[in-house]
C-alpha cells in the first residue's frame, strides 16, 4: 500500500501482475479496490476450480467477495489433482480447451 501511495502522489497508475493463479487475482482484485491509481488488471483463468466460491466477473470486472479474510477458499483436493497431472506430464491448461475457455470479444 505504501508503494500505492507512492505512485498516486507521482500520477502513476498502479498494475498488478497476474501470474495466472486464481488467488493471485483475488488478492490483487482487493488491493485494487483499495489503490484509487489503480489502472487494469491482467486475468487469465488457468485453474478455475483452485478456489470457491470461483471467481465471479460481471461486466468484465472481478467482483471481489466481501466475506472475511479474501473471501475465497483453496479447494486442496482440485489443487492436488492438477499437481498430479503436472507431475505426470499430463497436465492441459484449461485456456487451450476451446470447449470450456472461449473468449468473447
Excluded at 505512485?7 to 485494487?32: D, G, R
Excluded at 487494469?40 to 466475506?67: C, D, F, H, R, W
Aim: charged content about 20%; aromatic content about 10%; overall charge negative.
Amino acid at each position: 500500500m505504501k508503494v500505492c501511495a507512492l505512485f498516486e502522489a507521482y500520477q502513476v497508475k498502479v498494475v498488478p501482475h497476474n501470474p495466472f493463479v486464481p488467488m493471485a487475482a483475488i488478492t490483487h482484485a482487493h488491493l485494487s479496490a483499495a489503490v484509487p491509481s489503480f489502472l487494469i488488471l491482467e486475468y487469465e483463468q488457468m485453474t478455475p476450480l483452485a478456489i470457491t466460491p470461483p471467481i465471479k466477473i460481471v461486466n468484465g470486472y472481478i467482483e471481489v467477495p466481501s466475506e472475511s479474510g479474501f473471501g475465497v477458499d483453496l479447494n486442496e483436493k482440485e489443487i492436488a489433482r492438477n499437481q498430479a497431472k503436472v507431475e505426470h506430464g499430463t497436465y492441459e491448461a484449461l485456456w487451450r480447451d476451446r470447449q470450456v475457455f472461449a473468449p468473447t470479444l
